[in-house]
């Protein structure tokens, strides 16, 4: 069976600071694929980015980051000087395949205050 | 991009009525979508997956005389709650994926259900 932890409920942060949001994972599977979302207030999940998992890259897209770790199945989410508009629920999911159905993590609230 | 719109983004119905939720892929087909259903404050639960031309495949616990899952074409998927109780209230999202090994998953923009 596949989990997703964010031990994280709730994070607040003051606009400008650095912000990581953990993830944890567990899968029997050799092949699998790790994601993060973003949920604003509307509802709606935004994509952020996909990692497979022979991929141990880390990625840095702008003011955001990711660090995937097989030895500790970790794939954390750093927001670098963050933004009173990254406020948002954040979730990390766990796929066997590319596009198949998600095992989503419980979510972190990310309040970013100004 | 590939987009997938859902509709209504929200509704409201009375208790005992049935409500049918559209999921469509508008720039690609879509032979997988998944109907995820949300809690406030909890995360996605993963309902069923609906193959167009085949019967869904609902995921354990999911009433599937319920929660009707009907994809008829390869860019329409709908889901229909049948006589909607006040507890089926919530937020339901679906996702989809074309037939490309590398394509993502792309997620409706969700709606949100309330029944009095």
């Known amino acids: 069976a596949q989990k997703v932890t964010q031990a994280q409920t709730e994070i607040s942060v003051v606009e400008k600071e650095d912000v990581t949001l953990d993830c944890v994972y567990e899968?029997?599977?050799?092949?699998?694929?790790l994601f993060w979302y973003k949920q604003p207030p509307s509802g709606e999940l935004v994509f952020l980015i996909r990692?497979?998992?022979?991929?141990?890259q880390n990625e840095i897209s702008g003011r955001y980051s990711w660090n995937f770790q097989k030895s500790t199945s970790s794939f954390n989410f750093t927001i670098t000087a963050s933004q009173v508009v990254d406020s948002a629920v954040y979730f990390c999911?766990?796929?066997?395949?590319?596009?198949?159905?998600?095992?989503f993590g419980d979510g972190t609230t990310l309040t970013v205050k100004p | 991009g590939a987009v997938v719109s859902q509709h209504p983004s929200r509704v409201i119905c009375k208790s005992g009525t049935s409500v049918k939720i559209e999921c469509r892929s508008l720039?690609?087909?879509?032979?997988?979508m998944f109907w995820y259903r949300q809690f406030p404050k909890q995360s996605l639960m993963l309902m069923a997956t609906?193959?167009?031309?085949?019967?869904?495949?609902?995921e354990q616990g999911v009433e599937k005389d319920k929660f009707l899952i009907n994809h008829a074409s390869l860019t329409l998927s709908t889901l229909t709650v049948t006589s909607a109780h006040p507890e089926d209230s919530s937020f339901y999202i679906c996702?989809?994926?074309?037939?490309?090994?590398?394509?993502?998953?792309?997620f409706g923009n969700g709606t949100r259900l309330t029944v009095t």
């Open positions: 996702s989809a994926t074309d037939k490309g090994v590398r394509s993502p998953l792309h």
């Open positions: 899968t029997r599977d050799t092949t699998y694929y």
């Open positions: 990692r497979n998992s022979f991929d141990e």
């Open positions: 999911a766990l796929s066997n395949t590319n596009a198949g159905k998600s095992t």
């Open positions: 720039d690609f087909q879509a032979t997988t």
């Open positions: 609906s193959n167009e031309g085949s019967k869904a495949t609902y």
